[in-house]
């Protein structure tokens, strides 16, 4: 598995990493699903181990909010024994409430107590990277950032940053000192191949959603899928309209080869892009994850591809 520098923070990760959210079970906030069909407690542990112990991946993402911690507890449980071998990312501001209600909370006071429980759930002493999962209130930025810094000198965290697509709150956060990291949406489909945080140089760049929600993966090319309703997909895609989307992205299915699946194409291109240092997956099988690896080892795509996909592009969307 290839390794990346994660900007200057001088953590080294790997170029795939296990993104937790769909392996921390079903979720409702508000009453709307926000979560994915449980695969089961020991089927999350045991893929994150062999994450790394078959492929070399030493990067898992999580948050809080996820299964309202539950992925949290699963990714510790997973790593226990493992740690040193682990760069651990997760994220604090939005969290379950009692009643099952979304609650946002990325204020200096918010994000202590958060820490805490993660470090908990963990079964750690240390965040590698710790990312909002929401932005502060302005006003709470300076609380955020002496909060934030005060972790860092405490060895609680490593690297600090923000989980987002919207570059106005990377500014907020590079103003204050916090943006070590930032964890964005990005895929083929994406027109925009300049990273959010552009000018700002040393940051990290952790990408997210690189198969746009399946539409990317090959597998619904020939028949859009059906997702269960305890998945957060289902109430993304929906009706013809939902279909229309996935069938769209057949178009892409040109880019395949005998050496290359569909799944290879979409990482390859990410990970050529300035400012991708990994790329964090929502895969539920381990041979999913490998053939993801597999995308690392795939030669960089030509210029003449990639102008090819900027016009298949306009096709899918």
């Not at 079903?26 to 699903?33: F, I, N, S, T, Y």
Request: include cysteine.
């Amino acid at each position: 598995m290839e390794e990346r520098l994660l900007g200057a923070t001088g953590i080294r990760v790997s170029a795939i990493g296990v993104g937790a959210w769909q392996l921390g079970g079903p979720l409702r906030l508000d009453g709307k699903v926000d979560g994915h069909p449980d695969v089961g407690e020991a089927t999350a542990i045991d893929l994150i181990r062999r994450c790394g112990d078959d492929l070399g991946i030493t990067l898992v993402d999580t948050a809080e909010q996820y299964g309202a911690g539950e992925s949290e507890r699963r990714v510790g449980l997973a790593l226990e024994g493992r740690r040193e071998r682990w760069v651990i990312s997760t994220k604090f501001g939005a969290r379950v409430g009692p009643h099952g209600e979304r609650v946002n909370d990325a204020s200096a006071v918010g994000v202590a107590l958060a820490l805490e429980g993660s470090l908990r759930r963990l079964r750690t002493d240390r965040i590698d990277i710790y990312l909002g999962h929401v932005a502060p209130d302005p006003r709470e930025l300076d609380g955020v950032a002496r909060a934030l810094a005060e972790a860092k000198r405490a060895g609680k965290i490593r690297a600090a940053g923000i989980s987002t697509a919207n570059p106005e709150y990377c500014s907020w956060f590079a103003e204050h000192g916090i943006l070590d990291v930032v964890q964005y949406p990005r895929s083929l489909l994406s027109h925009d191949e300049d990273p959010l945080w552009a000018a700002v140089a040393g940051v990290g760049g952790i990408v997210r959603g690189a198969f746009a929600g399946g539409r990317l993966s090959g597998k619904y090319f020939a028949e859009a899928p059906r997702f269960a309703a305890d998945d957060i997909r289902a109430g993304r895609f929906t009706g013809e309209a939902g279909a229309e989307a996935f069938r769209r992205c057949a178009v892409f299915a040109e880019l395949v080869t005998p050496m290359r699946t569909m799944p290879q194409v979409a990482l390859r291109w990410l990970l050529d892009l300035p400012g991708t240092h990994s790329v964090v997956l929502g895969a539920k099988t381990l041979a999913e994850y490998s053939d993801a690896a597999g995308g690392c080892a795939v030669p960089p795509l030509t210029a003449g591809e990639r102008a090819r996909i900027a016009e298949l592009r306009s096709l899918a969307g």
